[in-house]
């Protein structure tokens, strides 16, 4: 099956600097890639998410990279703000009939005022 | 609307206890989840149901029961639990079937096992 690595597991950034997590996978089947942001006491919320016919997609502060070559994906936090700082898990899907998608381990991500 | 409700919030039962978690979408997904997370750790996938039947069971004990009685509900009963039960539940859906849809959450159900 499927298996989903992510570093690294905490982050500490100051306000307005920026954020990378990394993401790798293992089966080359995978081609739908979310990224959840989960604060206290909250579910996981869905921020930006990449398939693998895209390398890039960007939305406002939040891009998320994908190289399928080497199996690994990114997102990128910039101008980081305090409301950034919580859990995010990376996943990985496939469209192939096997109806899961993969988490991470999770990056617990603090922004220092 | 694009939000998935979860009832109750909080639980605390027995370990002999019968209690029953509810989670409601009302977005016409085809795909309801439950998954269980402990403190620290990612979701990790119990049941998908996809249009009202059972579809994946990830080898959960019995104690754990699912039910869908109609497309928008999804139930998950409780029974003789163990203290290492104790997590956060989560409920989900999709709008299809596939790992390539997006996954809506609801906010969970906290739930205690004395």
């Known amino acids: 099956g499927e298996n989903v690595e992510q570093h690294p597991s905490t982050l500490s950034v100051q306000e307005g600097d920026s954020a990378v997590i990394k993401c790798t996978y293992s089966d080359s089947a995978s081609n739908y890639f979310p990224w959840y942001k989960q604060e206290l006491g909250k579910g996981p919320q869905l921020i930006i998410d990449i398939r693998s016919n895209v390398g890039e997609k960007k939305d406002q502060r939040i891009a998320v990279t994908l190289n399928k070559t080497a199996k690994h994906f990114s997102l990128h936090i910039t101008e980081t703000q305090p409301e950034d700082s919580a859990v995010y898990f990376c996943?990985?899907?496939?469209?192939?009939?096997?109806?899961?998608?993969?988490f991470g381990t999770g990056t617990k991500l603090q922004v220092i005022p | 609307d694009t939000e998935v409700t979860q009832t109750p919030k909080h639980l605390v039962m027995g370990m002999t206890n019968k209690k029953s978690l509810k989670c409601e979408q009302h977005m016409g997904h085809r795909a309801m989840y439950w998954y269980k997370q402990k403190a620290k750790k990612p979701p990790e996938l119990m049941f998908v149901y996809s249009y009202e039947k059972l579809s994946i069971n990830e080898s959960v004990p019995s104690r754990f029961s699912p039910e869908c009685p109609n497309s928008s509900l999804l139930n998950l009963h409780l029974h003789a639990l163990q203290p290492e039960d104790s997590a956060l539940y989560l409920c989900?859906?999709?709008?299809?079937?596939?790992?390539?849809?997006?996954?809506?959450f609801g906010p969970g159900t906290r739930l205690t096992v004395t």
């Open positions: 989900a859906s999709s709008q299809g079937t596939g790992g390539d849809y997006e996954q809506y």
């Open positions: 996943a990985a899907g496939s469209s192939g009939g096997y109806q899961k998608v993969t």
